[in-house]
């Protein structure tokens, strides 16, 4: 259903070139970011009172675009893989199933790759959950997961926004590492947001070609726009526009499970802030006019299309969501969220601090 080789192989190839930098300038950024990354874990670990253990550390990478790109590929093979076999079961039952699928592969690829080389150079870090088990990295010591640190995006950012690189790459690095700590220091929480991924692909039914025409649209837009003569779908996103009753009330569990993990990165990123980085007053305010205003029209069509602007909103809803249950019951209090899936905030709560302090705290209390 998707040739994956063709979509690294395209994203790589039309991925927008990294900043102007020496080699020297080049191995430099990359050490730094290292120390950083080695550096946060104590101040993340320390504000957040969350304890890891050797038995679910995961690693660390500092990449390039291209690198990005080939890991999230290996990504979505591994959780995109029960839905595609799937579909391929579905096509293959249809006359000329099989020449289809070979022939819609390579669309896919070519597809896949251009979205891929949009958002690659875009990225500045990202807690890969699901990547693939290695020999290196079986999946029952650390869970499969990896930390990326994008060296060149880092690098683009910092000047674009002129504050101090080495506290941007610090304050970047802080931010992502919560999202590590989160991972492994509550272990279960990667087998239950693949879990509820799994359940929202198993009611997925659509025919393979209806989701490919979503690729497509999206690559289109990409391109330049919507297609002449095509009606405008109300902006939806792709996860949307394939949603079943049963799929919106796992979206809506997830929906609230990112925006606790977002906002909690977010929060601690601040929280942290002060004591190791000089100026991050500046950063965030220069980083916040940035989310705002975003983009070309493009970018912000795109990312319509793909849901990306939801995310936008997680930051904000997850931030004052943790906000809110610290000030009211302190860190340790809060931590009872890491406690179980059931002791994870619904979307309500998310909007409604309050109400998941009742539901946690005095119901345990009573």
């Known amino acids: 259903m998707v040739d994956w080789n063709l979509a690294v192989a395209t994203a790589t190839r039309l991925v927008r070139p990294g900043p102007e930098v020496s080699r020297d300038e080049a191995r430099a950024v990359v050490a730094e970011l290292r120390r950083h990354a080695k550096a946060s874990e104590e101040h993340v670990r320390g504000f957040t009172r969350l304890a890891t253990d ?10 390039d675009r291209a690198g990005w790109i080939r890991a999230n590929v290996a990504g979505f093979r591994e959780i995109l893989r029960p839905l595609l076999d799937k579909m391929q079961q579905r096509r293959g039952g249809t006359p000329g199933g099989a020449v289809l699928g070979a022939l819609g592969g390579k669309v896919t690829g070519v597809e896949l790759g251009m979205l891929l080389s949009f958002l690659a150079s875009r990225v500045l870090g990202q807690y890969e959950t699901f990547a693939p088990a290695t020999r290196e990295l079986p999946a029952g010591e650390n869970g499969g997961g990896r930390l990326l640190l994008v060296a060149p995006n880092i690098v683009h950012v910092e000047r674009e926004l002129d504050v101090d690189p080495h506290d941007f790459r610090l304050w970047v690095a802080l931010h992502e590492e919560t999202h590590r700590t989160q991972f492994t220091a509550v272990p279960w929480l990667r087998d239950h947001l693949e879990g509820e991924i799994q359940a929202f692909l198993a009611e997925t039914d659509v025919d393979p070609m209806t989701l490919l025409e979503r690729v497509r649209e999206a690559a289109q ?3 330049g726009g919507r297609p002449e003569g095509e009606e405008d779908d109300g902006g939806r996103s792709l996860v949307e526009l394939v949603q079943s009753p049963a ?19 977010d929060f601690v ?12 007053g500046e950063i965030r305010e220069k980083f916040q006019q940035r989310r705002a205003q975003g983009a070309s029209r493009l970018d912000l069509a795109l990312r319509k299309l793909l849901g990306l602007d939801a995310k936008l909103k997680q930051y904000r809803d997850g931030e004052r ?10 860190m340790d209090g ?32 009573s």
């Open 54 to 63: 050797a038995a679910h550390d995961t690693p660390v990478l500092v990449v």
């Open 221 to 223: 837009t990409l391109a």
């Open 247 to 265: 799929q919106r009330e796992i979206l809506g569990r997830l929906t609230a499970v990112m925006s606790l993990l977002e906002g909690h990165a």
């Open 269 to 280: 990123m601040d929280g942290v802030g002060p004591a190791v980085v000089p100026t991050v």
């Open 321 to 330: 969501f943790v906000r809110a249950v610290v000030d009211e019951v302190g």
């Open 334 to 365: 809060f931590n009872r969220v890491w406690t179980s899936p059931n002791t994870l905030p619904t979307r309500t709560e998310i909007a409604k601090p309050a109400d998941w302090v009742a539901r946690v705290h005095r119901t345990s209390e």
